[in-house]
């Protein structure tokens, strides 16, 4: 496996559910990141947390990172139809300067 | 206020062909980054430059030269393309290193018959 894999790989739920998608990776980060891609889109910034964090909000979404596990969680809450896109975990290694993308979660809200 | 902006949006070319995909920023940022995107395949780091006057290599830099003509613009060649490179390119800058926030372009989709 590589480092940041998202899973699950597509997720479709109803309007009004909330959506957790989770993130797994292998070495020490310094932090990881959020985006989202509409399609044929590039990709926008979520959220940010910090290896020192465990938990981040900005507005329907919540975030979170567990260094002792290496993974992270969004939580979408109250999904709507324009949530529709593909999420993307993007790890910053330490002594690395690159952002490492994962294979990305495919999320459908279903009207 | 446009942020990063590509050109073109979309691109065919035969094989053996060359290219140079453009890219510009105007948000004063220090590093500007190349990937590639393929199915199921992720985003993939191409090359980078973490200032002006200095590229790098990153995952997948084979067939690809680029230029970091000023701060704003870093441009990708393919020099001679392959049906391997068949793929969406985006370009995208950060403030200072590659572990901030990265802003991305809308991206270029070229096709290699």
């Known amino acids: 496996s590589q480092q940041g894999e998202e899973d699950p790989q597509a997720l479709s739920i109803q309007e009004g559910e909330n959506a957790t998608m989770n993130c797994s990776y292998k070495?020490?980060?310094?932090?990881l990141q959020w985006y989202r891609q509409n399609s044929g889109r590039g990709l926008v910034h979520l959220i940010l947390?910090?290896?020192?964090?465990r938990e981040k909000h900005s507005g329907r979404l919540r975030v979170t990172l567990d260094t002792s596990k290496k993974s992270s969680s969004l939580l979408i809450t109250a999904s709507r139809a324009a949530d529709t896109a593909s999420y993307f975990c993007?790890?910053?290694?330490?002594?690395?300067?690159?952002?490492?993308f994962g294979q990305g979660t495919r999320l459908t809200i279903n009207p | 206020n446009a942020g990063v902006t590509q050109t073109p949006k979309f691109q065919v070319l035969k094989t053996g062909q060359s290219m140079t995909l453009q890219c510009a920023q105007d948000?004063?940022?220090?590093?500007m980054y190349w990937y590639r995107q393929d199915p199921g395949m992720g985003l993939r780091l191409i090359y980078y430059?973490?200032?002006?006057?200095?590229?790098d290599k990153g995952e997948v830099p084979n067939g690809y030269n680029v230029s970091r003509l000023n701060k704003r613009e870093f441009s990708l060649r393919l020099e001679s393309a392959a049906p391997s490179q068949t793929s969406v390119y985006f370009c995208?800058?950060?403030?200072?290193?590659?572990?901030?926030?990265?802003?991305f372009g809308p991206g270029t989709r070229l096709l290699v018959l």
């Open positions: 995208a800058s950060s403030a200072l290193t590659s572990r901030e926030t990265q802003y």
């Open positions: 070495t020490s980060i310094n932090n």
């Open positions: 948000m004063n940022h220090n590093s």
């Open positions: 947390i910090r290896s020192n964090e």
């Open positions: 430059s973490a200032s002006e006057g200095t590229t």
């Open positions: 993007a790890t910053a290694l330490q002594g690395a300067q690159k952002l490492v």
